[in-house]
């Protein structure tokens, strides 16, 4: 499907002209007409590159890389639905949640307006963010009685009367109980995780994920994750749920990380136990007694597996490596697995017979196929934990997969996902695949993403920049004096930090590296006024973080690595981004360590230095978001500046670069001759 021929690069080629799409572009164009709009030549380039490769027959693959500014996501979708004219499905994959929903709440209405055309889209999401009817019933009927009242009574909108929105939501989706996603009545009701028992299902006609699924067939253009994409077909092992011709990637820089997610195999000890609880097994035991088994036995079995499962994390958290990671077998912890899979096999054989029954059709009543089914369920996923145990305690695939675990789950993930993101592309086979991101290069060169992603695109291109940053930016270089993590480094680095926000006003956006360091900084920033609002990810959710930064001209908002995306401020109320240090991962890391097992030694030159290049290049490009905007990046890192073969600040806009030092004694910063 063109994902290993050859690519041909774009950069400097004449595209054949289209007047009516460079008017759509045009500074009178039916694009003039969008708030602040401003022509950017670089976003025609984009999208007349994109017609001219959904017009090839020849080529399926295209990888483009436009900076932020450039106004990609219009420069992808006018002349995809343009060509598609209702004859062809787009797949919309992104990343972020920002992402979907400024698509879904404004960019695709907008286009419906401004292309004049009549197109329906939607936005798919996982089983996990709707609703199960057969789970609602089961919770409701029970009185749930090992929830308070309180939780359904004190909370917010619907979540207060949860049997009345079942009844009324067309959609089943979650979100509309205005709940905290980690509220224990929204792990009860999803539809996600274990317990969907399929065609069995006395509800299976209402279904809301049915029913949203089904809706997506209809539409011109599905927006969706790249999570959803990838977990439901590796672990489905199917298509994608929804027929697409095209396929339109935005932020390709993350496929390769969500890929290798979706692949890992973890076993987590609140799972199985939760499985094996009395409250579950109490469930079965009218059909167990109707199939002549002992509920009590099994129920005895479960227990003795309980406390094999507590002996094996006990020694999980005692033996492991301080750094949680495992290159080889540890005999007494299979030891300690196997005793557990022992018992869980015993479990099983018990009930063998009813499995047996049920498989050859017996079970013909209503009632009895929708027990037997999720009975079924449960035996499924009793299998699925020992299969992925067994895996992550034999530690046979090191170094291409990563072992780690602690005192909660057992964990291993594949450390490159070439392989992956190929063989699904692959798989899917669509007609045209279009692949986006503000990072896809290092120097203009695509081969570092290519490499990392399987893809080899039929085409490239990389526009630049429509900022002038020698006038609209610089960079400062600060070196604090100390070694990343050293004694003292954390107050050191908040007195520094906590000095360049008061000066500038607030205004600033500071992306940390560690969550310890995160907190450390938000206690200090809360010590007496400021002035100014301090946001700080993890008090409120991402979405309203970054409206209230928005809002708030003058307020700060302290975040890790999530937001080097996403974080979208033009004008005043960001002129200051403060990255505390060169985005490289903890050497210690299961995922680098054995990643640099799989390069002989060489993981640092050939991946991690190259991927933090990339990250340190999204976190910059926060900063200006438009022709009118202007301040400057602060980098607490004087490894930038000193290990010149890094080649950091040759990944970053060029502008003026200063190099600082921390004064001993006031904590002031000085520059550096």
């Excluded at 004219?85 to 400024?102: M, P, W």
């Excluded at 006609?205 to 067939?217: E, P």
């Excluded at 958290?317 to 015993?346: A, I, K, N, Q």
Aim: glycine content about 10%; charged content about 25%.
């Amino acid at each position: 499907m063109g994902l290993r021929s050859g690519p041909l690069s774009c950069i400097g080629r004449n595209y054949i002209t289209d007047s009516t799409l460079e008017k759509f572009y045009s500074p009178s164009g039916p694009l003039s007409r969008m708030p602040g709009y401003e022509f950017r030549p670089q976003q025609l380039e984009l999208a007349l590159a994109v017609q001219e490769f959904l017009r090839d027959p020849l080529e399926r693959t295209f990888a483009a890389e436009a900076p932020p500014g450039v106004g990609k996501t219009f420069a992808l979708l006018v002349p995809a639905l343009r060509e598609a004219a209702g004859e062809r499905r787009i797949l919309f994959l992104t990343a972020g949640i920002a992402l979907q929903e400024q698509l879904i709440g404004k960019d695709l209405p907008r286009l419906k307006g401004l292309l004049g055309r009549d197109f329906s889209f939607g936005l798919l999401k996982g089983r996990s963010h709707y609703a199960c009817l057969r789970k609602g019933a089961a919770l409701l009927s029970s009185g749930a009685p090992d929830l308070s009242p309180s939780l359904f009574a004190e909370a917010d909108g619907a979540l207060s009367d949860v049997p009345g929105w079942l009844a009324e939501t067309e959609t089943g989706d979650l979100s509309e109980l205005n709940a905290g996603g980690d509220h224990p009545v929204l792990a009860r009701l999803t539809a996600g995780g274990r317990g969907c028992i399929g065609t069995s299902c006395p509800y299976r006609s209402r279904c809301f994920v049915i029913r949203a699924y089904r809706s997506a067939q209809d539409w011109d253009v599905v927006v969706a994750n790249y999570h959803l994409f990838f977990s439901h077909i590796l672990e489905g092992g199917g298509a994608f749920p929804v027929r697409y011709d095209w396929l339109i990637c935005d932020e390709a820089h993350r496929m390769p990380d969500v890929a290798r997610s979706a692949s890992a195999i973890r076993a987590g000890a609140d799972g199985l136990a939760s499985i094996l609880s009395p409250r579950v097994l109490q469930g079965f035991d009218a059909l167990l007694r109707a199939h002549s088994v002992e509920p009590s036995e099994v129920r005895e079995e479960a227990g003795r597996c309980r406390l094999a499962l507590r002996a094996l994390f006990d020694a999980v958290r005692l033996r492991m490596p301080r750094d949680g990671g495992l290159s080889s077998c540890d005999p007494d912890l299979l030891r300690l697995g196997r005793v557990l899979t022992d018992g869980l096999d015993r479990e099983l054989h018990a009930l063998r017979g009813i499995e047996d029954r049920f498989m050859a059709g017996d079970f013909a009543n209503p009632s009895a196929l929708a027990e037997g089914a999720e009975l079924m369920n449960w035996i499924d996923e009793v299998r699925s934990f020992k299969k992925s145990l067994l895996w992550c305690l034999e530690v046979g695939r090191f170094p291409g997969w990563a072992y780690w675990g602690d005192g909660e789950s057992l964990t291993s993930m594949p450390v490159a996902a070439a392989e992956i993101v190929r063989d699904v592309l692959e798989k899917e086979d669509p007609e045209k695949i279009v692949l986006s991101s503000a990072t896809l290069t290092l120097s203009g060169d695509f081969s570092f993403w290519s490499g990392e992603s399987g893809i080899t695109p039929d085409r490239t291109l990389a526009v630049p920049s429509p900022f002038d940053f020698a006038r609209q930016m610089e960079i400062w270089v600060v070196d604090v004096g100390l070694p990343v993590g050293g004694e003292g480094y954390d107050d050191t680095m908040c007195r520094v930090m906590k000095k360049l926000c008061n000066e500038n006003g607030g205004r600033t956006l500071v992306l940390l590296s560690s969550l310890r360091l995160l907190r450390a900084f938000a206690r200090r920033m809360r010590e007496g006024e400021g002035g100014y609002a301090v946001l700080v990810q993890g008090e409120l959710p991402q979405r309203e973080l970054l409206a209230r930064f928005r809002e708030d001209e003058t307020s700060v908002l302290i975040g890790s690595v999530s937001f080097r995306e996403g974080v979208d401020v033009p004008g005043e109320g960001l002129t200051q981004v403060i990255v505390d240090r060169i985005p490289f991962p903890h050497p210690g890391d299961p995922l680098v360590r054995a990643r640099n097992e799989l390069e002989e030694g060489k993981g640092f030159v050939r991946v991690t230095l190259p991927n933090a290049r990339m990250f340190l290049r999204q976190a910059v490009g926060r900063l200006i978001r438009s022709s009118s905007d202007h301040g400057r990046v602060v980098l607490l890192d004087g490894r930038a500046v000193e290990r010149r073969d890094w080649r950091v600040l040759e990944s970053l806009p060029s502008c003026r670069c200063t190099r600082l030092s921390l004064r001993e004694g006031n904590g002031s910063l000085f520059r550096e001759p």
